[in-house]
């Protein structure tokens, strides 16, 4: 683990990963001010952000489950160097992706008729249901970025993306400020504010992606001409062989945490308020190692693609080691932390107090979460989708 040729990997895996993990880490940095700026209106409020984003979560990561199939394929043909292909998948993954937003879109609308059932307090679900009606408006543009930057981290140009996420963040948070308070002439809307804010910074994201794909020299090559000529069953085909299971994935997983949310909601909305606390915090590190997980998956793919499987086994292991470290570390932190580190978001003692006994519980999984997602992002990028599917039925619902 500490030879030349891992060192090696190291850094070309981190030059890689950086930008990647600042986006991830930018999502949930976003999400984090929001949950503290939405949590200084009180626990009422708080625990109505927090199911009205529980049940936007499961649809929400089936899309981005989706479009990861694009980094997979697009990786190997960069290692390939078919410029053809790759200008195939952009074209047949832009109208995956466009349709793919417009139906989820749909299916979230419906679904957020199931509020009054599910148990939460009456107040609660009053608050949450025209949060949520305006958040799903944020999915359709979220789709049409996501296509992008899935497509760019495939040919592992990750720092376009980077810089697109830190720019509509730092917009988000200060939307959220303006529109949650009324401040600089804004009207005061409440949570209903981190709602809209949401909304504004995902248009400016997909826009953001577009005027640089346009206008990028290295990039633009893979626009071609728009016609539905281009359109092939195939490819579409084989976006979803890998999409859908990965989606699945992510269903299964975040669905174990939703109904874990739900049911918490069961018991107060103070109880959800120390959840959502513990929760965002626990996804911050989990996204965060998800970037290097990423960076597996492109490294891997490239590699295979140029049919090196010594540097691509290397290339794995090496992704391991540093995810490892990392959520060690994270885990470390969770503990010594758990008092200090929910009072950023709530003042209200009990809230505190309920959420350091979960950061216990969260900081013992860090490591195990870690190492199950750079697993998970190796095996994508050797396109193989079906067995850890499998794998989370089993982990994440029977046990």
């Not at 995956?96 to 419906?110: C, K, Q």
């Not at 577009?210 to 290295?218: L, M, P, T, V």
Request: proline share 3%.
């Amino acid at each position: 683990m500490f030879s030349k040729e891992y060192r090696l990997h190291y850094r070309r895996n981190w030059l890689i990963a950086y930008p990647l993990v600042l986006g991830q880490a930018g999502h949930m940095i976003t999400n984090i001010a929001d949950t503290i700026m939405v949590g200084r209106l009180g626990s009422l409020q708080l625990a109505a952000a927090s199911i009205a984003n529980t049940v936007f979560v499961v649809l929400f990561v089936f899309g981005i489950g989706i479009s990861t199939a694009t980094t997979t394929i697009a990786g190997k043909a960069f290692g390939e160097k078919n410029t053809t292909l790759l200008q195939s998948i952009f074209f047949n993954g832009l109208v995956m992706s466009t349709v793919l937003g417009i139906v989820i879109t749909a299916m979230m609308y419906f679904a957020g008729f199931l509020f009054p059932y599910l148990g939460q307090v009456p107040e609660v679900v009053v608050l949450a249901v025209p949060y949520y009606n305006i958040l799903i408006f944020s999915m359709f543009p979220f789709c049409i970025f996501l296509h992008y930057k899935q497509f760019v981290d495939g040919l592992a140009l990750t720092k376009p993306g980077m810089m697109i996420i830190i720019v509509c963040n730092i917009l988000n948070v200060f939307l959220n400020y303006a529109l949650i308070y009324g401040k600089y002439g804004f009207p005061e809307f409440g949570i209903n504010g981190a709602a809209i804010a949401t909304v504004v910074a995902r248009v400016a994201m997909a826009v953001s992606f577009i005027f640089i794909f346009k206008h990028s020299k290295q990039l633009s090559i893979y626009l071609g001409k728009i016609s539905f000529k281009r359109l092939s069953k195939r490819r579409i085909g084989e976006l979803l062989k890998i999409g859908l299971p990965i989606g699945l994935q992510h269903i299964l997983e975040v669905g174990a945490y939703v109904f874990g949310a739900i049911m918490t909601g069961w018991l107060g909305a103070k109880q959800l308020a120390a959840y959502q606390i513990v929760m965002s915090l626990a996804s911050l590190t989990f996204l965060t190692s998800e970037g290097v997980a990423s960076t597996a998956t492109v490294r891997i793919s490239n590699l295979l693609g140029e049919k090196k499987y010594h540097r691509l086994k290397v290339a794995g292991y090496s992704a391991f080691f540093m995810v490892g470290i990392f959520m060690l570390l994270c885990g470390l932190g969770f503990y010594f932390g758990r008092f200090a580190l929910p009072s950023l978001y709530v003042k209200e003692l009990d809230v505190i107090l309920l959420a350091s006994k979960l950061m216990v519980i969260a900081g013992i999984f860090q490591l195990m979460d870690g190492a199950q997602l750079t697993a998970l992002g190796a095996l994508r990028g050797l396109q193989d989708v079906n067995y850890p599917t499998y794998i989370a039925i089993v982990s994440y619902w029977l046990v």
